[in-house]
């Protein structure tokens, strides 16, 4: 069993679709990261949180530490919002990110 | 540059050859990171240095495989006697060190061996 593990593996919303992926991990934590990947590019950083809830625009992330447990969420989503979506768990033991194997979402328009 | 810079963007290597992948961290950044991401899965760690110390090197899947950062900026991963599993995605991330636990990614190098 992943340490971190992602649902769903992938995901097709229309446009204008309410979007929530989730994840869990088993590891005590120090923040958790939810990144964003685009075919063919980089890595992009989306939030970082160690407790609660963050939002930045149409994106929102929350954390349950008791139930280690995050989701990201994506209001009225868009088809630029296709990409793979990847969780990664800050190890407090190891130092290390832990990483999901990601969400792989189409949104059609 | 403003962010994290990586090249090749894309390399074909034939099996058997050595490779070296060049991973530039933020200006200023003290902790570097080296991933490997196989296709359709999540990115995994290599290594991780602090300035110039190679602090974990848990991750290198064989000793073909060896991270340098001489000066405690630029890095390079190299590879030897390359494999066809060693196609991948190679992520570099780099990060403050100051107590952040925020990683800035480059946009990776494709590594396809033949």
Redesign the interface.
């Known amino acids: 069993k992943n340490e971190?593990e992602q649902s769903p593996q992938n995901l097709t919303a229309q446009e204008g679709e309410f979007i929530t992926i989730n994840c869990s991990y088993s590891v005590g934590i120090?923040?958790l990261?939810w990144?964003q990947q685009h075919p063919?590019?980089?890595?992009?950083?989306l939030f970082?949180l160690s407790s609660g809830k963050k939002k930045h625009g149409r994106l929102i992330a929350t954390i349950n530490i008791q139930e280690k447990h995050s989701s990201l969420h994506i209001t009225a989503s868009h088809p630029r919002d296709s990409a793979v979506y990847?969780c990664?768990a800050?190890s407090s033991n190891t130092?290390?990110?832990?990483?999901?194997?990601?969400t792989t979402l189409q949104v059609k328009p | 540059g403003a962010g994290?810079s990586?090249s090749p963007r894309y390399k074909v290597a034939k099996r058997g050859q050595d490779v070296a992948l060049r991973c530039d961290p933020i200006s200023g950044h003290v902790s570097l990171?080296w991933?490997q991401q196989a296709l359709?899965?999540?990115?995994?760690?290599l290594t991780?240095f602090q300035n110039e110390a190679q602090l974990?090197k848990s991750g290198l899947p064989s000793d073909r495989f060896f991270a340098e950062r001489p000066e405690g900026s630029v890095s390079t991963l190299k590879i030897q006697r390359t494999q066809q599993e060693d196609s991948a995605v190679y992520?570099c991330?780099s990060s403050s060190g100051l107590g952040s636990?925020?990683?800035?990614?480059?946009?990776?190098t494709?590594l396809t061996v033949t």
């Open positions: 971190v120090s923040a990261h990144l063919g590019g980089g890595i992009v950083s970082m990847i990664a800050f130092g290390k990110l832990i990483f999901g194997q990601g | 994290v990586q990171f991933y359709g899965q999540g990115p995994e760690f991780y974990d992520l991330a636990y925020e990683q800035y990614f480059g946009p990776g494709r």
